[in-house]
C-alpha cells in the first residue's frame, strides 16, 4: 500500500518561506506523475506543482516564479518550496502520486494533508 506523508506546513507571514516535503513509501519511479496540490476553505482542490517522470514541470500561473517543486530520488521525498508566500497561499496543501497506464488514469495516492497558514 502506498502512503505519502506530507510535512513542513505552519504558520508563516506574508512574504516569508516554507519547504513541504512528501515521504513516499516506495520508489517514487514507481508514479507517472507526483505532484502538490491545495485546497482552501469552501473551494476546490487544484493544483500548484507538478512533474513527470518524464521531466516536465507544471506550475499554477498563480505560484510562478514563486513554487518550485523538486525531489530527491533517494529519499523518496518530493519537495514544494514555496517564496514570497501570500495570504491567497493559505490552505491544506496535500501531495499527490499517479500510476498511469496508456495514459489512462489508473492509480491515484494522496496524503493526509498539511496547513499552510500565511497571516499578514
Known amino acids: 500500500q502506498v502512503r505519502l506523508v506530507e510535512s513542513g506546513g505552519g504558520l508563516v507571514q506574508a512574504g516569508g518561506s516554507l519547504r513541504l516535503s512528501c515521504e513516499c513509501s516506495?520508489?517514487?519511479?514507481?508514479?507517472?506523475?507526483m505532484g502538490w496540490y491545495r485546497q482552501a476553505p469552501g473551494k476546490q482542490r487544484d493544483l500548484v506543482a507538478t512533474?513527470?517522470?518524464?521531466?516536465?514541470?507544471n506550475y499554477a500561473d498563480s505560484v510562478k516564479g514563486r513554487f518550485t517543486i523538486s525531489r530527491d530520488n533517494v529519499k523518496n521525498t518530493v519537495y514544494l518550496h514555496m517564496n514570497s508566500l501570500k495570504l491567497e497561499d493559505t490552505a491544506v496543501y496535500y501531495c499527490?502520486?499517479?500510476?498511469?497506464?496508456?495514459?489512462?488514469?489508473?492509480?491515484?495516492?494522496w496524503g493526509q494533508g498539511t496547513q499552510v497558514t500565511v497571516s499578514s
Open positions: 512533474f513527470t517522470n518524464a521531466g516536465a514541470t
Open positions: 499527490n502520486a499517479e500510476v498511469r497506464r496508456l495514459g489512462v488514469l489508473v492509480n491515484d495516492y
Open positions: 516506495g520508489s517514487i519511479f514507481s508514479f507517472n506523475a
